[in-house]
């Protein structure tokens, strides 16, 4: 894919504003996911998860998207909205370019969403205002605009209305994440970096680390040079998110992806570094 091609953005929102429900809509909308394999907030895969009907844990997922005939790749990662998260949160702010402030107009704005804001915004990243569940009948859509226009100073005009339930807007709000968005700044040529910004550990394939590639190019077989703990191992498997790991040939500058590292011990393959 070309780089120039590439969106990644995350969601912030305050718990229970309805982030899992819009990622749902956007698998659908995508088709990253069958009609016959889509279930409730889909990302929420931990059993904890989906019983308390929470995000605990960030979760990426890769979707296509042609729009006026170009192919545009975006990467979403789900971030938890509950405060004892926030760490989880500032990791997947540092694998982006663009974060969606997504608001619940029967709620407005919420403490812990000025938290995580103020993170995307030190860290540069593109804005883009949300508000959510416009079609419940106790919705205060012009309130929590006004709300909304207060914290980030920006126009009326630029605040979509969505509901992540029934789909209202979600069409208007990827053209969106396409045209404010940037892409990401890498290049292919250069030496490999990459961002380490979550890990899991895999049975088969060792430590799992989930990366943004911010330079170069990574295959299979490549060797592997932490920096901070010094380890080296070889590639055993890269990949993408389709919402479940999806082998691919190789991962790119501004990719988002996973690396199967062959590592024993998660302690080696440390989140946060390069």
């Avoid at 663009?98 to 608001?103: F, Q």
């Avoid at 979550?198 to 394939?205: A, G, I, W």
Wanted: aromatic share 4%; glycine share 8%; with cysteine.
């Amino acid at each position: 894919m070309n780089q120039e091609n590439i969106r990644n953005f995350c969601i912030i929102a305050h718990i229970d504003h309805g982030k899992s429900t819009l990622a749902d809509r956007l698998l659908e909308l995508t088709q990253t996911v069958e009609k016959r394999k889509m279930k409730e907030q889909l990302l929420d895969q931990m059993d904890l998860e989906r019983e308390r009907g929470i995000t605990i844990k960030l979760q990426p997922v890769q979707m296509d998207v042609t729009k006026d005939g170009v192919k545009y790749q975006l990467n979403l990662i789900d971030t938890p909205g509950h405060v004892d998260f926030h760490y989880e949160v500032s990791r997947s702010l540092a694998a982006v370019e663009g974060a969606v402030l997504l608001v619940d107009a029967t709620k407005g704005v919420q403490a812990q969403t000025l938290a995580n804001l103020y993170l995307a915004i030190e860290q540069g990243l593109e804005i883009i205002p949300v508000v959510n569940k416009v079609d419940l009948p106790n919705a205060e859509v012009e309130k929590t605009k006004k709300e909304i226009i207060h914290i980030l100073g920006c126009k009326e005009g630029d605040i979509l209305e969505a509901s992540g339930k029934t789909g209202i807007g979600v069409e208007k709000f990827l053209e969106t994440i396409i045209a404010k968005v940037p892409a990401p700044a890498g290049k292919t040529e250069a030496p490999l970096r990459a961002l380490i910004f979550d890990s899991v550990y895999d049975t088969y394939k060792g430590v799992v680390a989930y990366v943004k590639v911010v330079d170069g190019t990574l295959k299979r077989d490549d060797v592997l040079h932490m920096l901070a703990t010094g380890n080296e191992s070889v590639v055993v498997e890269v990949g993408c998110f389709k919402p479940m790991m999806t082998a691919t040939k190789e991962l790119q500058a501004g990719d988002i992806g996973y690396i199967a590292t062959g590592l024993k011990n998660v302690a080696h393959c440390r989140v946060g570094d390069t």
